[in-house]
């Protein structure tokens, strides 16, 4: 017999996102990804200057901030074919890759590791077991007997009371949990302890992006940090010593903290490297540029065809024609309408925003997100295709905290753990982590770049922008913590005809194409185990590890009344 459960909203994220799944024998045989809420932020954007895109598109979420500023002054810049000096290069490269880093932090430890940990088993721990276990594994200050000990003491407080606090919302005996007491006194610790931590990455954001969340340094053009060796009223080598010392700090925990505990946790789930396989075409972009005209990128991206690195494509550049030329979004099972019929798949540049509200339908319309796919392919984006896709293109230091990762995984599991063991669930987990640790080393280099700038006396940071008379056409990309993200837009004298945002959640929660295809949640969800349909965690843990953001794919609409709220421009 099939049993239909319906999850909504899916907990732990941001947006609302509703989840349906059909279960039959223990295992989903079919699923529903939908996305609950409307984005209107497109035909907000419609006649406004294109200056001012970047300050509107960040207010698309309250977490995916940064990014979107980046994409939007990258679409707009590439429509005017407009150099960036490269000490804007190097700031916004710092914002964006300590916006990553926390978010990888918070996604794995505040958003996921529940998902793995059995916070009330922990009580069952021996806190010297524990050190000595994660003292085995990593050389972390935070491992100490007496921190276990007082993690132990704190969490028997709260269960004393009745109530779990932080850790209220969990499947706490739940038979797909399988780690031991001390694994799981060791992650809640862990837990504890990224929530100081990524306060170091919040505050280099907001010491270059002048303010977080929703940065406000960026434009066309640069940034408007003026840069000096001496004067206080701008970013100086004090201001950027103190980004150095928190960079340091983050550094200790990735390396000796996240990659370590993703590594444990994994080997203690192998089994679920054969859950959630799903799509295994992977398109990512380069990012991180090094030169003002954005052709060199200290992170490579491309295009992984079916899962072989052997069958890599370059993207090369931004404004790249191949990945430019490859992108349409469907509505078939989209709450929209186009023109020309809603069995046709639109680029970008002529994509349309109408809204058509109908209800679920399981057959027909069922999700306010379109539909993306790649050369009429559906992808998977994320920290899996960046880390496949830079592996492929012979990134070093990804071929390297990728081995060291899954050898250690190997040593804990005692068996061999290789790269193919990454097409999964758990893998996605590995992959952001080893995401992160590349990205940190990149943050130091980026630093040592603009630092080293500055001591030859190059302190430019803007070029002005000029918009000229007639049509120009931008598209702006930006590998985000969870996958690829772009911009698109069409200019016409001086102001905004057309803009669309084709975000990482829109390509891995997407209903099924104009073909029927599914998305990537959909795919992976197939065969996903469900031990106990009233408590569907294995659902969950594989939903989540893609760490999705709907408030980045959709925005509100109030079906009852006319209008929900009146926004006045300024």
Known sequence: MTQRITIDPVSRIEGHLRVDVDVRDGRVTRAWS????????????????????????????????????????RAVENALDLEVPVNAQYIRNLIILAHAIHD??????????LDWVDVVSALEADPDKASALAESLSTWSGNSKHEFRKVKERLAGFVSTGQLGIFTNGY??????????????????????????????????????????????????????????DAQAVLTLERLMAVK????????????????????????????????????????????????????????????ANGDLGQFTEIGRFGDAYFRDGVSEAIKHSWY????????????????????????????????LKSPTFYGKP?????????????????????????????????????????????????????RAISCA???????????????????????????????????????????????????????????????????????????????APGAYEACLLDNPVADPEHPLEVLRTVHSFDPCLACAVHVLDTEHDQTVTVKAV
């Open 34 to 73: 939908s996305g609950q809420m409307w984005r209107g932020v497109e035909n907000i954007l419609v006649g406004r200057d294109p200056r001012d895109a970047w300050a509107i598109t960040q207010r698309i979420c309250g977490v995916c901030t940064t990014v979107h500023a980046i994409c939007s002054v």
């Open 104 to 113: 990888h932090i918070v996604h794995f430890y505040h958003l996921s590791a």
């Open 172 to 229: 706490w005996g739940h038979p797909a949990m399988k780690l031991p007491p001390e694994v799981n006194l060791i992650a809640v610790s862990h837990y504890l302890q990224a929530l100081e931590v990524q306060r170091y990455a919040n505050k280099i954001v907001s010491i270059l992006g002048a303010k977080t969340p929703h940065i406000q340094n960026v434009a066309v053009g640069g940034v408007a940090n003026p840069l000096a060796t």
């Open 245 to 304: 010392e928190w960079i340091a700090k983050l550094d200790d925990f990735v390396k000796n903290v996240y990659l370590v505990d993703v590594a444990a946790i994994g080997a203690f789930y192998a089994d679920w490297t054969q859950v959630g396989r799903g799509i295994v075409d992977y398109l990512c972009v380069p990012d991180i540029p090094l030169d003002s005209r954005g052709t060199q990128f200290a992170l490579p991206g491309g295009y992984v």
């Open 337 to 368: 309408d186009y023109q020309a019929g809603n069995d046709a798949t639109l680029h970008p540049y002529q994509g349309e925003t109408t809204p058509n509200y109908t209800d679920f339908q399981d057959e027909g319309k069922y999700s306010w």
């Open 379 to 431: 992808m998977q984006v994320g920290p899996l295709a960046r880390v496949l896709a830079m592996h492929a293109a012979g990134h070093a230091p990804t071929q390297k905290y990728a081995a060291e990762t899954l050898e250690r995984v190997s040593a804990i599991a005692g068996a061999q753990v290789g790269i193919e063991a990454m097409h999964s669930t758990i893998g996605r987990h590995a992959a």
């Open 438 to 516: 590349v990205q940190m080393d990149e943050i130091g280099n980026q630093w040592d770049l603009l630092v080293g700038n500055m001591a030859k006396g190059d302190l430019a940071t803007f070029n002005r922008p000029v918009f000229p008379k007639g049509e120009q056409r931008g598209m702006g990309f930006h590998e985000a913590p969870r996958g690829m993200l772009s911009h698109w837009v069409v200019i016409e004298d001086g102001k905004i005809r057309n803009y669309q945002c084709v975000v990482p959640t829109t390509w891995n929660a997407a209903p099924r194409n104009e073909q029927d």
